[in-house]
């Protein structure tokens, strides 16, 4: 038996013993939060939107290797109160990400933990298929599934990811994420993250980038902190970015009967263009869509972006 702890806001599912209503910030309206164990007794979170809706096929949402589920609150939003039809849409933290507890052992942040953790997840919500929204380590964790459990898939989203992961991309992610301090307020933070991903991003405003920080960062009493733990970025230390990293084409290639559609920032330092036309020579099913003026990765905040990704869960499942 798990135990709930009601609050005005929201419902917390299982929570840890240490876990209180005024610990957990509250869930948007509409939505959810459910608190599990991992098999090795690691707290995991996601946030579930739309539950109610049971007739179309839930979306379940992984962000990328420092980000959590706040990243999917607009498409959320939107796939389960505003689409036709609306749907379920689950909203995951890995471990050491967001409102999900941290690994006493930096090692067991990899990609087959974090799929395995999202298993366990999908379990305890009974979701035994469903369309994924996988943005950058959430495509790699995709591309696991393939051999894991590739009939849970849908259909597929690789927002600004592919077989090939560009490593000077990667270098300019762990160089900001080494250096994403804390600091005194959201707002500073948001000054920081403007100074960082403006070439990303240029058409940000004011409102974006502190829309932006607040994803990225969570409050604290004193200061506004990472929203991750910093233990996780250990394993760039084992990697050479100075030489091409290691291809997954044939964990792509597996995807070749999934419905998949691709998002590219045009600005992506992650995703080269000439990736996406391999990728479509590999699965010429592929739907593949640029994001004019954003980098790596796409926000999913445009509505237009949005109708797109609607559109392809509404063609796999032969709605519309």
């Known amino acids: 038996m798990t135990d709930e702890v009601e609050s005005p806001t929201n419902t917390v599912d299982g929570a840890d013993e240490a876990a209180t209503p005024a610990d957990v910030p509250a869930a948007p309206p509409g939505a959810r ?3 599990l164990h991992a098999q090795d007794g690691v707290k995991l979170h996601a946030r579930v939107y739309g539950e109610e809706h049971h007739h179309a096929i839930p979306v ?10 706040k990243d999917f ?3 959320a939003a939107y796939l389960s ?10 909203c995951v933290d890995y471990r050491g990400r967001g409102l999900s507890g ?4 930096w090692k067991n942040y990899t990609i087959l933990q974090e799929a395995n953790d999202l298993l366990t997840t999908l379990a305890r919500l009974n979701i035994e298929h469903a369309h994924f929204i996988g943005t950058s380590r959430g495509g790699l964790i995709l591309f696991a599934l393939t051999a894991i459990r590739p009939g849970i898939m849908k259909s597929v989203v690789l927002n600004d990811i592919g077989p090939v992961v560009e490593a000077g991309g990667l270098a ?16 500073d933070a948001a000054a920081y993250m403007q100074t960082v991903h403006n070439q990303q991003f240029p058409r940000l405003d004011s409102d974006g980038w502190l829309k932006l920080a607040r994803q990225l960062y969570v409050q604290g009493k004193k200061r506004a902190e990472p929203d991750y733990d910093k233990k996780l970025l250990k394993s760039f230390d084992y990697l050479d970015l100075s030489q091409p990293l290691p291809t997954v084409w044939p964990q792509f290639a ?12 045009e600005r992506s330092d992650i995703l080269a263009k000439s990736t996406v036309e391999q990728m479509k020579e590999v699965h010429p099913d592929m739907v593949a869509k640029t994001i004019k003026d954003e980098g790596h990765a796409p926000l999913l905040w445009d509505r237009s972006t949005q109708d ?3 559109e392809h869960c509404n063609k796999a499942e032969g709605i519309g």
């Open 308 to 310: 797109v990704i609607l």
């Open 33 to 35: 939060d459910v608190f």
């Open 60 to 69: 379940v949402c992984l962000p990328g290797l420092t980000r959590n589920g």
């Open 73 to 75: 609150h607009d498409i």
């Open 102 to 105: 941290a690994d006493s052992d």
């Open 254 to 265: 597996a995807l070749k009967q999934v419905p998949t559609l691709v998002l590219r920032g």
């Open 81 to 90: 109160q505003e689409a036709n039809p609306a749907r379920k849409v689950v």
């Open 172 to 187: 300019r992610i762990k160089s900001y994420s080494d250096n994403m301090l804390p600091q005194n307020t959201i707002e």
